[in-house]
């Protein structure tokens, strides 16, 4: 079959690789239909996750018809449609009985990595590196979808891919990041990035009851977006963020903030974010994390930090005092993202949104490693890539 695979920094190809097959009686095999290039892929496109391997096939969006199940799947046949969570979830240890399966404590086939790595291993995820059980992922013609009868979400004829396919991940990664926050009606959200995933940040948060939604980018193509889904935007290129905020706030600062941005923050003008990238550079840090500072600083006592944003290794100077001393909660987390399907679907069933509004792009799946380039530089006002193939 052909597939996007990973070959080094910058370097995704449209390779011919092995079909799958069922290695384990919970198996199934998924054709597929729709897959997208999530914002951060981008973090392995430019080599800031580690463990990555020549040939590994990328991708964790993704949706389509199952092929063929092992002996021992029994809620799926061949034949139904399917949108796959990123989060390979076994739905029977003790963390998926809580309802956190991304931290499932099955479904990492490589945990003694992944120990290593963060102390205790998450789940295993979709195309996200060997730390995460090097599954192949789903930017190809078909994917083995292990522990399938819990790592799926079963999906109606009425709705397109298109509507559905967000359910895989940004859609749910909005969502949980805006539910993290515990929104009240008084509160004003600030939303750090606007691209999918702060996009759905920001509905998701006018659903939720939020008096004021704030979007902080810098990409007007983006900040149009997220105004027409109700948020105040700034323009941190043309206006002092902690001004705007102060001035939208009464002096008292949000309530709650979001970083839907993670280790690749893009600010250029401040000095913090000078110092990350000379850092960087010298390779004494891994990630950039200016945003996370930023929020600290503008957030209001007793107000909540969520980072939905990813971040894989080592950040300096996060103002911890501020944090500390200021009564700040901070909620962070890969995607619990079959904690939350049933009801998002039934709100995309009911016309409360149409996750489609985000696709800026629909191209074939040959085209995928120039839509990793233009998505990353933000080229063609590019917001999400959808590919076919």
């Not at 909540?304 to 944003?309: K, Q, T």
Request: aromatic share 6%.
């Amino acid at each position: 079959m052909k597939a996007l695979c990973w070959h080094g920094k910058n370097d995704i190809r449209y390779d011919m690789v092995p079909d799958p097959s069922i290695e384990d009686a919970r198996d199934a095999i998924v054709k597929v239909s729709s897959c997208a290039i999530c914002g951060s892929d981008l973090h392995l496109y430019d080599h800031f996750i580690p463990g990555m391997e020549h040939g590994d096939v990328m991708g964790h969006e993704f949706m389509g018809e199952v092929v063929e199940v092992g002996a021992d799947t029994k809620r799926l046949k061949v034949g139904d449609r399917v949108v796959v969570p990123f989060t390979i979830v076994c739905g029977e240890c003790e963390q998926c009985r809580r309802g956190n399966f991304s931290v499932c404590e099955r479904s990492n086939r490589n945990k003694a990595l992944g120990d290593k790595a963060f102390g205790h291993a998450t789940a295993g995820l979709f195309g996200y590196t060997h730390l995460t059980g090097g599954y192949a992922g789903g930017q190809a013609e078909y994917v083995r979808v292990p522990f399938a009868d819990t790592t799926h979400v079963k999906v109606p004829d009425s709705l397109s891919d298109e509507q559905v396919l967000f359910l895989g991940d940004i859609f749910p990664t909005g969502w949980q990041a805006v539910v993290q926050c515990d929104i009240q009606p008084t509160d004003t959200v600030a939303i750090w990035g606007a691209g999918p995933v702060g996009q759905f940040c920001v509905r998701s948060a006018v659903l939720l009851g939020a008096r004021q939604v704030v979007c902080i980018d810098r990409v007007p193509e983006r900040l149009s977006m997220a105004a027409a889904g109700g948020a105040i935007t700034i323009d941190f290129d043309e206006e002092s963020v902690l001004e705007r905020l102060h001035e939208l706030t009464q002096g008292k600062g949000p309530e709650k903030c979001i970083d839907a941005v993670g280790l690749e923050a893009h600010a250029t003008r401040s000095l913090d974010s000078m110092y990350d990238r000379a850092k960087q550079a010298v390779m004494l840090e891994t990630d950039r994390p200016p945003v996370l500072r930023e929020m600290i600083y503008v957030c209001r006592p007793a107000g909540v930090l969520s980072v939905p944003g990813v971040y894989g290794g080592l950040v300096d100077k996060l103002p911890f005092g501020a944090l500390m001393n200021k009564g700040l909660t901070l909620r962070t987390g890969q995607t619990h993202v079959r904690r939350w399907t049933d009801d998002l679907l039934r709100r995309i069933e009911e016309g409360q949104i149409d996750p489609s509004f985000v696709i800026t792009h629909t191209v074939g799946l040959e085209q995928g490693p120039d839509m990793y380039r233009v998505f990353r530089d933000k080229l063609d006002n590019c917001i999400k890539v959808v590919l076919k193939p």
